[in-house]
């Protein structure tokens, strides 16, 4: 069983910075990709930031040049640093991941953090 567990949300005044992470646990083989996706109320789950196995990370056109996503490989953790904050920030934010684990090398699966609330507001 692999479990996602996120930290690091809260309120932040406009501007300000955040930074979350995501540590992945259980029988895991190998993470193949990782990343940070939101959801507002009223609005779908949007990807934020992504890197795959090879390490190559994927922004979304908003949070370019703010928000930055990194790894420890090691450690199955990755964190998003979110700089320049703005209010259309707030959201619901959760840590994805494909992982293939060491019960079944044949196939991965996406997991999912439970979310962690980021408020932007002064």
């Known amino acids: 069983q692999v479990q996602l567990v996120e930290s690091g949300g809260g309120l932040v005044q406009p501007g300000g910075s955040l930074r979350l992470s995501c540590a992945a646990s259980g029988s895991i083989f190998s993470i193949n990709g990782m990343g940070w996706y939101r959801q507002a109320p009223g609005k779908e789950r949007e990807l934020v930031a992504s890197f795959n196995y090879e390490g190559a990370t994927n922004y979304a056109d908003s949070v370019k040049g703010r928000f930055t996503i990194s790894r420890d490989k090691p450690k199955n953790t990755a964190s998003l640093q979110m700089n320049s904050l703005k209010p259309e920030d707030t959201a619901v934010y959760y840590c994805?991941?494909?992982?293939?684990?060491?019960?079944?090398?044949?196939?991965?699966?996406?997991?999912w953090g439970q979310g962690t609330q980021v408020t932007v507001s002064s």
């Open positions: 994805n991941a494909a992982i293939t684990t060491e019960d079944d090398l044949r196939y991965q699966n996406v997991y």
